[in-house]
């Protein structure tokens, strides 16, 4: 038996949230002046700064495309982030797995061939962590390119699902899957991060690392992508407000 | 290791409804390092009160994933008492769940009950089984317990305020709970003619009590609230004698347990050892630790430095200085002799040691003085700590002897003589002494206090008359902690709905995919007579190319057991079936297990089959994995089966069929053995019983016949075959089971009085070394003294146990006494669960149906070995203590002479074993003659000396002698023995 219950028999979870709880989603866009675009984004106490530069001339060669931009990302742990003090070096394998993924994914959501010939640099730095982290970075993202310009087809937007069933003691129909994991039970439970592009169901990034029955799966996609809307419309609104507030100061200065 | 916590809540964004935030950051600093941790904490307002009177509530209860509402538990109409007339609903503390679960469990009161968050998170840390029983209540319908989250919701949580302690603060987090709970109530039944039904807190903390007045909240202590309900005094037996005042004053008995920052470095430096303890079962006044640092046990004895140590409980100890080390008991010291005079009343003069219990032990340390032999000595330890209690129900009676007559209904204390002799005689208050007497009664240990010789305790329940069948069973049942409840309706309900009158489908249903019709093999299956579950069946044919094929076939448990409803929890609870003389418990419902799962001859039914080709030298070509319907043509008794295929006028192809497998069996027989297969022996005894009345009648020892080992043998090539399949498919999770070979060490003494008494040489570098040299040891004029030996060498191994692959290495995979590299169950899954989840497995890996996820959760995987390792022990001990029990009725009123053999000497008495029963029994000197013989013990030529008047004799280890044996019944204590008698 484990310390903790993950997911009480009354249906409350760890923190106190139910099945289909988002943690508090708090974000701000253009954090940081000195860049073409940025953003600060916290899921719970998962926290991700994000900055973009470009689109510009490529850093190198190789960067060079001739019929769309290539875009690269930069994704960094900082040492504080965990729940240990420790660094983790650039080769680290799961970070350039990370990196590689988001590369792929921001391709499908970026009108990359109105940008021929041309590189954007996604610079990630991870405050703290405490799961969905991987959700957390697509979502700054997305709030830092919008800030920063660049054309998306759509909000690309994710959202992470676990399954309570292995681990639920009880009956397997009881068992609800989760919404929005943090670390303790990203650590226990099946879990996958699903990104949709806006609020159709078109998925355009899965992630899953452990093995789960396909039944449990279709539930926890399900719920993934509901939650997937409901975070298109905190980015949304939180998109809306930085636009407004804009062009109040605008206003201000005529 | 240190902790920070600081605390902080902070608003959400948007307003209503939305959860408020509380995060709460630990730092921790252990092992040189500081770790953070940050714990978000979600407030929110959608806890209901579940009372069914409130309106609010209903209107904005939670649903699940499932669109569904919980259901509301407490009642509209709460019960009162005498002191809180008024409906109510309780709220107990922490410590009430701790101490007085017995009574709240009980069906009398206690209903409408809230569970605080709060206090059900303390009771988990402090007592796991206890935080079980607490979470069963919780789900029972009847009870109406309610688990409320007051830590989550926004109005009933609170932060730790500036120095005060944890302890404190909850004690706090109740009474907010309490106060909310009632304003609560009175608001939304506002304006409604409805009773508002009050709430009491229940605590037995004065200050808290104290606090709760000040703040207006109703409470009251456990016993004035169980005082004022209609059957005060059975509730009052049941609640723990830790919550009456103990009497500071008192002297204390034992010594006080070390420190536990002393206790973690002292086991750190290596100065202190932790390990379970067990108690002999020759002397009470003994016993033992395993430890990781010595090969062998540490002996502890005396009271004084068992200290409190109750068998089972896992210990910390200290290593005695050499000069005190000692030879390992070989004296018989029973409780009941050394204490019968002892008072059950605390406070008079207790001594730990009394007078007789330091003769003895002043008698051991003679001999330790006398030996010479130094090697032979063995570490001695004392118990300086106690890291885990294994405290549990004891069955047991209460000693008449201590038992004041005509105090009527007044409260005294009593021992309790419990079943099993290795633990103490427990001291329960009770008020119904005289009409406990002659029963069998359930008690659990509460507390040992240093000032207390025995362990104090209370009382459970009772389950009837001394001796009498029903009592008896329930209580060896419980004893060996069997579940034998009848299944619930929620585990009913998973059955077909068809019932018995379930067929095998159409071949067009989709049923059949992915399955193999066998229905036209020659199948049978061979069991003992009168079995009605049947697991396997088999069967032989020719093949085109001279080859054979054979088939085992296995009931397709699987099909009807679904993973993760009611009915696979309650199997997997359950572990196994256990067979009593008598009765069988079922691991699953009668419907599946002997009739629709059971491989019933003339019918057709779902299997699992396993498919050899074989070469006429039994040499496998190949192994196939189906599911399978087949149709058994006949199922024979073994030793029907034996008439048959012996019977040389049967030539038809059944008998045939039968007789390739007998073959076949012998030949992977003679290869396992070559291999080092070990043939041991357990004494095993049937009981007839007589048919209308099931009283037994006569006992004989069971007989083997070649189609037992026929059965065998396929069996355990099945079983290998499967195991080496799934563990391909789940290198991490496969369910194999492992016999892990014994340290050499455990064979010394055996080995050593072979040696001495029968110039015979025992060899244990191998399992085949040890299977070799056991078949060597024979005596041609006692044939049942090879079998003698094969017990007790069976008794210095170590037990199988099931484990999920990934637990341990290849190489440790082994399985020593089938001297196989790998090895699962699979054969008998209507009786256990390890077969249940391998043929699970075996399934996913043929790609018949997809993985469960419960297959591939190694961590679960585990949690259901180690509950089925523990239930399997169970059983087979419930097994033997059946036999023994009607064994002994069986014997009750006669006296039969039967020839025994001494297996174990002490300097005064020993054992025989006598194989007729199956049972062994202790001949004291003191038994010989009156007054008791003095005795001399050689422990270097294992010769017993009894210097009797008349005529003195010696006795020596494995000599055969005649007894007679005896049923008697202890006056004294009122227990019923087994008492042999040495016949001279
Ligand atoms: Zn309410």
Redesign the pocket.
Known sequence: MSRYELLSPEGLRIDGRRWNDLRRVFAQMATQPSSNGSSYFEMGNTKVICTIQGPGEPTSRSKTIHDRCSISVDLNYAPFSGIDRKRRGRGDKRTVEMQTSLENTFAQAIRTTLLARSEIIISLHILSQDGSVLAACINATTLALIDAGIPLTDYLVACTSGSSSSYSTQNDEDADPLLDVNSLEENDLPCLTVATLGATDKVVLLLMENKVNVEKLEEMLAVGIDGCKTMRRILDTTVRKHGKELLEKREQLR | MTSLKRSFVAQAEEASGAPLLSSKVFLRSGRGRCTKVVRELYLRQDI??S?KL?Q??TYNAPTDANGKIRPFILSETPAGNKVFPNGHYLIPDTNIFLNCMDALEHKSAFYDVIVLQTVLEEVRNRSLPLYNRLRSLTKSEDKRFYVFHNDFRRETYITRNEGETINDRNDRAVRKACTWYQA?LVS?LEGSKRQVPDIVMVSDDKENLRLANEEGIKCCNIRDYINGLENPDELLDRISSSTDKTDAAATAFYAEYYSQSKITTGLKAGLLHQGPFSTSPYNFLEGSVITSSFDKPLIIQGRRNINRAVQGDIVVVEVLPKEQWKLPSARIVEEDALTKNDNPELGQAEQIETESERLALVEEARRTHNSTDENKLVPTAKVVGIVRRNWRQYVGHIDPSSVAAGRGRSQQSVFLIAMDKRIPKIRIKTRQAESLLGQRIVVTIDSWEKTSRFPSGHFVRALGELESKEAETEALLLEWDVQYRPFPQSVLDCLPKEGHEWRVPEKDSPLWKGRKDLRDLMVCSIDPPGCTDIDDALHARPLPNGNYQVGVHIADVSHFVKPGNAMDLEAASRGTTVYLVDKRIDMLPMLLGTDLCSLKPYVERFAFSVLWEMTPDAEIVSAEFTKSAIKSVEAFSYEQAQLRIDDINNQDDLTKSMRTLLDFSKKLKKRRMDAGALNLASPEVKVHTDSETSDPVDVETKQLRETNSLVEEFMLLANITVARKIYEAFPQTAMLRRHGAPPATNFEELQSQLRVRKNMDLRVESSKALADSLDTCVDPKEPFFNTLIRIMATRCMLSAEYFAAGAFAYPEFRHYGLASEIYTHFTSPIRRYADVIAHRQLAAAIEYEPVHDSLNSKSKLEGVCQNINVRHRNAQFAGRASVEYYVGQALKGKVTEQEGFVMRLMSNGFVVFVARFGIEGLIRTSDLDQPEPDATYDDTNYVLTIHDKKKPFQVALFDKVRVTVEMIKEERTGKRKIQLKLVR
């Open positions: 209901p009160c009372s409130c609010a509530c609560h939304s």
